[in-house]
Nanobody, 117 residues
């Protein structure tokens, strides 16, 4: 059974930082591309950051220079370090695992991030 379990969300003031974690089980983690998406109320889910199995990173323009995605294959975990948070970063953040050759795509349950004074 595949599980992606996010943690690390919460309430933070503008300018603050949070680190999200996503622990994966039931997949061969090292061969999966991992990504973080977010969905704010009334908006579509959007890609925040992704990292390939080889470690190549990609970011949405809105978070470049503030967020950093990383992965630890030994721990089957992907991280999202979020700095200089803004109120517009408020959303539910979802972890995603995708493997194109296997045609598999998995989602976590999401973790709430709220940026407010």
């Amino acid at each position: 059974q595949v599980q992606l379990v996010e943690s690390g969300g919460g309430l933070v003031q503008p300018g603050g930082s949070l680190r999200l974690s996503c622990a994966a089980s039931g997949i061969t983690f090292r061969i999966y591309a991992m990504a973080w998406y977010r969905q704010a109320p009334g908006k579509q889910r959007e890609l925040v950051a992704s990292i390939t199995s080889g470690g190549d990173e990609n970011y949405a323009d809105s978070v470049k220079g503030r967020f950093t995605i990383s992965r630890d294959n030994a721990k089957n975990t992907v991280y999202l370090q979020m700095n200089s948070l803004k109120p517009e970063d408020t959303a539910v953040y979802y972890c995603n695992a995708a493997q194109s050759a296997l045609r598999t795509n998995y989602w976590g349950q999401g973790t709430q991030v709220t940026v407010s004074a």
